[in-house]
């Protein structure tokens, strides 16, 4: 099928997953779009729903892994809808951001170059605004339900624009009503951040970044966190320690051993590597614990 109609839409064919994975796996899809705004996302949608094309919207693809045989539709890539905007009130500033935008660019921009406190903690996470907004990510005592004001969002029930007040989001520990609703798709988000000293707010951001290099794989490709934590007070990555998977390795993937919450792609690791390691990882650690491991890293399979 050819693709016509989409206007300045970049369209690729056959475009290799892996270079576009923080995990460096993946086929090829049969079509990469890489819209610009918020209205070449909604005409991207609206194309592949029309003509019956399978479709996934991704970011940065950092919690993502890609099937080894690639993928039978498009992948629409959010990463240049970056847009920023600042609506200044007296308290507080307003800072609507599109969905694609780099999530560390944008807590340097808003923390170090406007003195605006709430995304210390984001600083260093590798995915997009919507990734966060979608899934409520967080690190080091943040996340994203702490700021959100507002998320605009595109509703493929009937294709048209709405939004969510903050407490709408229906926000829990790495889950949102974006992740309850799959027909909802980010368009932009508006995050509400107060003013503060930016000398302390880059402070803050440089502990938490030596915090990721110290304790993470940062050196090799991996998805981040591969398992949700279980429970308060309770952390995969001990669990999966405790039961000596440290360094397991299943062909290229591998248990890390500075961080046994990541899985690690030592440079020829395929998604079915991976995913047996993942599978291995919960059987064994359930067996030992009694504690179930929920995935973080979203599996998106060739159809």
């Known amino acids: 099928m050819a693709i016509y109609g989409l206007g300045s839409i970049e369209i690729r064919e056959n ?6 994975s923080s995990f460096r796996i993946g086929g090829d899809a049969k079509y990469a779009f890489f819209p610009k705004d918020k209205s070449e996302l909604e005409c991207s949608v609206k194309y592949c729903i029309d003509n019956g094309l399978n479709f996934k919207i991704i970011g940065n693809a950092s919690n993502v892994l890609f099937d080894d045989r690639g993928f039978d539709g498009a992948i629409i890539f959010t990463t240049r809808i970056n847009s920023l905007e600042y609506i200044r009130r ?4 307003l800072v609507k951001v599109g969905c694609g935008r780099s999530l560390t660019d944008l807590a340097y921009e808003t923390g170090k170059k406007q003195s605006l406190t709430g995304l210390e903690f984001a600083y260093g996470i590798p995915g997009t605004v919507g990734g966060a907004i979608y899934m409520n990510a967080g690190a080091y005592g943040g996340q994203m339900s702490d700021v959100v004001f507002e998320t605009e969002y595109l509703d493929l029930n009937d294709m048209s624009v709405k939004k969510l007040c903050a407490n709408e989001h229906m926000y829990t520990y790495r889950n949102s009503v974006f992740i309850e609703h799959p027909e909802y798709v980010i368009l932009n988000t508006t995050l509400k951040l107060s003013f503060a000293n930016a000398e ?3 402070a803050a951001m440089n502990r938490n970044m030596a915090a990721r290099r110290e304790k993470q794989p940062l050196e090799y490709p991996n998805a981040g966190s591969i398992f949700k934590r279980p429970g308060d007070n309770i952390f995969a990555g001990k669990l ?16 890390s051993e500075k961080h ?10 395929t998604s079915k590597d991976v995913l047996d390691l993942i599978e291995h990882t919960k059987k064994t650690v359930f067996s030992m614990f009694g504690i179930s491991l929920e995935c973080e890293v979203i599996y998106i399979p060739y159809n």
């Open 260 to 269: 046994a919450g990541f899985i690690i792609n030592r440079g020829n690791a």
């Open 240 to 255: 999966i320690q405790d039961a000596n998977l440290k360094g397991y390795a299943i062909g290229g993937a591998q248990i």
């Open 90 to 93: 007296a308290d507080s500033t």
């Open 15 to 20: 475009e290799s997953l892996s270079r576009h």
């Open 200 to 202: 302390d707010i880059f």
